[in-house]
């Protein structure tokens, strides 16, 4: 606790020496409006789901090549592994593990991640790529803390996290281009060119980044592109398509007790859709197509001492669908929403020798989702709404699956707004537990979830203080687990969680450029799980000016189990601060150079057990939009 003493009290230092400045220009308060939670754009005061919104503002102020330190770092109760500077990868070793409230993490199957409202995960696998999600390519995320299965099924157990894709909204034409470089030969730089046109409208992008790496073995290195098109055939009808590729390079150099060599990875990744989407004053809706999929070479690498792998492994997967939806509104304050999904799945698993190129094949496998699911919202007066929700599921293994939400939101005078909701979330098992590797059992159910929770959010001082509080309970069972049966390792559904605990979040404009804020969260596991911290606490001040930008950020974890108690093996946990800062001076128009870095206390600690992080690291870089 000592740790979270002196960041509040550096905080409070930083605002009262800031606060001496008088400002006198009002902020006023805007509503966000969001879309991930409904299907339709929604002022967040009307439904009961818990949302936070990371903006573009807050992806800049990072300056971080991918989404996913961010959303660590500004939402509350999120956390993602990471095992180094850039670079998640995949398979043993791998890192972006991503957890809210303790679901999620290991296996990272219990958050769903969407691009534009359209799910994004390995086929055989049933998990998110990490490094498939580019900064550039995003106009802001939406994040859902808890279950968000009624309106996108599986996986969305925990929650959901949807990168909503740069979209230009008047006419325009913008490129921005970036720069940057630093500790152990990390380069990252980039393209984005927007156009918006009358009734068309576009978005393109090019990143490239490498890195060294803080060990032996642990280079990395990514090409990312993205194009989005859109048109505006009337008023109320608009077709738009999208696409990206991502190709990387990843080495994973093993825990420091037991290192590997060539233990390397090269997976290609692409995703393609396109939307036909209509808009009218008392109805809007959707119909979507929708492609994922990619190329998996991974060497598995071996020990010191040990013969290099005889063969390589090799997959294909892929995830393909059809959604559709129309929210109507049958009578004043009424919005009614019916959808429909349809999901195809798997993919193809294989062996090649190194010499000869023979194939030993694993597993073909490939199956399908479908759902339907209705919501209902009503606005009854004007200070109280009410919304329930139920889906029908049918996975072609797991079968059949129920899942209902309800919930109250109240608005409060001055600016206040209570809710209260219960949810069902669900996970179907994935190919890879279902018949893949030793523990494999095709008998396995879907994973369920039961989610209560209370919240309450207020605006004071005309916009310039806003905070909110968050408290919940899940029940977790049929937890997919392996355990061993007859001296075997097998798959069973016999795991059960139950999570209780408190988020929060702060923020405060003192004066004009100047914001302080806060988000913690406190987790209680009687059941602990991997890539879930006891406590996470940030603090960030930063203040903007028309020349410059400068800010600074403390981040204090304790409590994150590194290794889980077993008999006979005791638990491991790790506690750690962080500060980071940046700065940002602007040289010409919106020519912008900048410096930022990272654990400036040196700090020593691991996030994955055996994978130690980095100790300060340093870049610095140019961004220019024109």
Request: glycine letters at 10%.
């Amino acid at each position: 606790m000592k740790y979270t003493f002196i960041i509040i009290l550096s905080a409070l230092i930083c605002s009262t020496a800031w606060a001496t400045e008088a400002d006198t220009v009002k902020v006023v308060a805007l509503e966000e409006v969001v879309a991930t939670g409904t299907k339709n754009p929604t002022d967040q005061r009307l439904m009961p789901l818990t949302v936070s919104v990371v903006t573009t503002e807050q992806l800049e102020e990072y300056h971080e090549t991918n989404i996913l330190p961010t959303l660590t770092a500004s939402v509350p109760g999120l956390f993602v592994t990471q095992r180094g500077v850039m670079g998640y990868g995949v398979s043993t070793g791998g890192s972006g593990s991503i957890s809210v409230r303790g679901i999620g993490g290991s296996p990272n199957t219990g958050m769903l991640v969407l691009i534009d409202g359209l799910p994004q995960y390995a086929g055989l696998y049933g998990h998110p790529i990490a490094d498939n999600y580019q900064t550039m390519m995003t106009e802001r995320v939406e994040v859902i803390r808890g279950p968000a299965s009624v309106f996108y099924g599986s996986n969305a157990m925990g929650g959901v996290v949807n990168i909503v894709t740069r979209q230009p909204k008047r006419d325009t034409v913008l490129t921005s281009l970036h720069v940057q470089g630093g500790s152990f030969y990390t380069l990252d730089a980039g393209i984005t060119n927007r156009v918006k046109c009358g009734k068309f409208s576009s978005a393109v992008g090019f990143n490239y980044s490498r890195t060294d790496g803080h060990r032996k073995n642990m280079n990395f290195d990514e090409y990312n592109a993205f194009v989005r098109f859109g048109y505006d055939f009337t008023q109320n009808w608009r077709l738009s398509a999208m696409g990206d590729v991502a190709y990387f390079n990843s080495s994973n150099p093993g825990m420091v007790s037991a290192p590997i060599e060539d233990n390397d990875m090269h997976v290609l990744r692409g995703t393609a859709s396109v939307s036909v989407d209509n808009e009218y004053e008392r109805t809007s809706g959707a119909i979507r197509i929708y492609y994922n999929g990619g190329h998996h070479t991974i060497d598995d690498g071996y020990a010191e001492g040990d013969a290099p792998q005889a063969a390589l492994y090799n997959h294909n997967d892929l995830m393909a669908g059809v959604s559709a939806y129309q929210s109507v509104s049958f009578f004043r304050g009424n919005r009614t929403t019916f959808g429909f999904d349809y999901q195809h799945f798997g993919g193809h698993v294989w062996n090649a020798d190194k010499t000869t190129g023979d194939k030993t094949e694993v597993i073909r496998k490939t199956q399908y989702e479908l759902a339907g699911y209705l919501d209902f919202r009503q606005q009854v007066v004007s200070w109280f709404s009410l919304e329930a929700g139920v889906r029908f599921d049918w996975h072609s293994q797991a079968g059949l699956n129920y899942i209902p939400q309800a919930g109250l939101s109240f608005s409060i005078p001055h600016n206040a707004v209570l809710k209260a909701m219960f949810s069902r979330g669900f996970r179907s098992p994935t190919i890879r537990e279902l018949y893949m590797y030793k523990p494999a059992n095709a008998e396995l159910e879907a994973e369920s979830m039961w989610n209560y929770e209370i919240s309450y959010r207020q605006t004071l001082l005309e916009g310039k203080l806003r905070y909110g509080i968050n408290l919940f309970y899940l029940h977790a069972l049929n937890m997919i687990e392996t355990r061993m049966v007859d001296g075997k390792p097998l798959n069973m559904n016999t795991g059960e969680l139950y999570n209780t605990g408190v988020e929060a979040e702060v923020s405060y404009n003192i004066i004009k450029g100047l914001t302080v804020g806060a988000n913690y969260s406190y987790l209680h596991m009687r059941n602990p799980r991997l890539a879930a911290p006891e406590h996470k606490l940030n603090v960030s001040v930063n203040y903007h000016h028309e020349r410059f930008r400068v800010g600074t950020e403390w981040q204090y974890i304790n409590g994150l189990y590194l290794v889980l108690p077993t008999e006979g093996t005791p638990a491991s946990k790790e506690n750690f601060l962080l500060w980071n800062a940046h700065a940002d001076l602007r040289i010409w128009r919106e020519l912008w150079a900048y410096v930022k870095a990272d654990n400036l206390l040196a700090q020593e600690y691991e996030i994955n057990v055996g994978f130690p992080m980095p100790r300060t690291t340093l870049m610095g870089g140019l961004s220019w939009s024109f």
